[in-house]
């Protein structure tokens, strides 16, 4: 018989139940997460900003940066050996090699001050400046010096072997790097290469991180009394959030008295780029969400087709996108990785975030799931087996003892044991 994951535990702040409305709200119709990626694209993007090439690791240009010149700007030699015109070394073998006069040397960081005439050679070292009448070079190791100022080639070259030209770096005017997409290390060396020393950037979208619940109460509270709970999921969140290159900023924790979560995010949205909601986002009385954000502005879907995650509320106000979560910390999280993190991408410009590590594992135990729903299951990897890891979507260990997760996509009614899954990685 196939084993059956644990069974969550419910609570009014994460499931839809079924039935009759209560107090008079119920969910729109559930989206997929597709529909959600794909549709909810606010316009926003945070302005632009001016960074130094040394802070700019991972920052989304706010255009293409181009090249003023051309890169390298010289001809250059790849490899240790000698400059030569190719059609000099046609036809040369070990048993039959070309012999060329060798005229001089090119130093490193220094002009040519000799040429190549027809069955002439120059030393040349990697990286020096092609001399003017060669058209490729010969490694060192197909040659030999035979006597004073002579040299033999025993291998021929076709034109250009052995050189890199001038523009075929990059060509004066290209790219070198484009907007929208989050520089990496290579791109730093190539605009310090082309003497670029500073980026225009978007700024860091500035994500304000509100709390919910008379039930929860601050990390730092040193004794809880009955049924408080300390806010976890802000401070996972703020993690999220900069680990995407976010600014996240904890907003405290607002009651569940009426009028309170709208009059708090009235007041925030002014300083945000992005505001995430946790909790209060289901449709239990106490569940203010929903309300506050639809006095405030337009809500685009209230329901998502994925466990965990479910009660999940995506809208905007005043221009500013807001993202109402479920109140379990493993909910919370979950949903905000697929659908939140790429909102923080796309406010500072980039429209595709960039992938998440990643691999492929086999699946240890049968995994049933529900079509028309996405799951998202933690899995631990040892040893190329992908082993799930259940337990109620309260429980923030569940994530911390898992390695990745693996999706289960809406058409599916499971998968079976054996079955190669991707896992994307926790970094």
Request: net charge negative; proline share 10%.
């Amino acid at each position: 018989m196939t084993p059956q994951p644990p069974a969550r535990a419910h609570s009014s702040r994460d499931t839809h139940q079924a039935g009759p409305r209560l107090a008079g709200r119920e969910f729109f119709t559930a989206r997929t997460v597709a529909d959600a990626l794909a549709g909810f694209r606010p316009a926003r993007r945070t302005p632009r900003e001016e960074v130094p090439l040394a802070e700019a690791l991972h920052r989304v240009p706010a255009a293409d940066v181009s090249a003023a010149a051309s890169l390298p700007g010289f001809a250059r030699s790849t490899v240790d050996g000698y400059a030569v015109r190719a059609a000099d070394t046609y036809g040369a073998s070990e048993g039959l090699p070309s012999y060329l006069d060798l005229v001089g040397a090119v130093r490193m960081g220094a002009a040519p001050e000799v040429g190549v005439r027809p069955g002439g050679a120059v030393g040349m070292p990697t990286g020096g400046v092609l001399p003017e009448g060669a058209d490729a070079v010969v490694m060192v190791e197909h040659t030999a010096e035979t006597m004073p100022g002579t040299i033999e080639v025993t291998r021929p070259v076709a034109p250009g072997e052995g050189v890199v030209r001038a523009d075929e770096d990059v060509a004066a005017g290209a790219a070198l790097v484009p907007g929208g997409r989050p520089l990496r290390a290579p791109d730093l060396g190539l605009l310090a290469a082309a003497g670029v020393t500073a980026v225009v950037v978007r700024a860091r979208p500035r994500v304000v991180i509100v709390s919910t619940g008379d039930e929860v109460v601050p990390p730092e509270t040193a004794q809880l009394r009955p049924g408080q709970v300390r806010d976890a999921t802000a401070s996972a969140l703020a993690g999220l959030v900069r680990d995407a290159g976010g600014e996240p900023v904890i907003a405290g924790i607002v009651s569940d008295e009426p009028g309170a979560l709208q009059e708090r995010l009235g007041a925030l949205l002014p300083g945000a780029d992005l505001v995430i909601v946790s909790a209060g986002s289901s449709v239990g009385a106490r569940d203010e969400t929903a309300g506050a954000v639809a006095a405030l502005g337009e809500v685009w879907c209230h329901g998502l087709a994925i466990k965990p995650g479910k009660p999940t509320l995506l809208a905007e106000c005043a221009g500013v996108p807001v993202v109402g979560l479920p109140g379990n910390p493993l909910s919370a999280l979950v949903v905000f990785r697929l659908v939140g993190l790429p909102l923080v991408w796309r406010l500072a410009g980039c429209d595709t975030p960039p992938p998440e590590p990643s691999t492929r594992a086999r699946l240890s135990r049968d995994l049933p799931s529900a079509a028309g729903r996405l799951d998202v299951v933690q899995v631990a990897v040892r040893d190329g087996v992908a082993e799930p890891v259940f337990g109620p979507s309260a429980l923030l260990s569940v994530l911390t003892r898992a390695d990745g997760f693996l999706v289960v996509p809406e058409p599916a009614t499971g998968l079976d044991a054996g079955a190669e899954v991707a896992v994307t990685l926790y970094r």
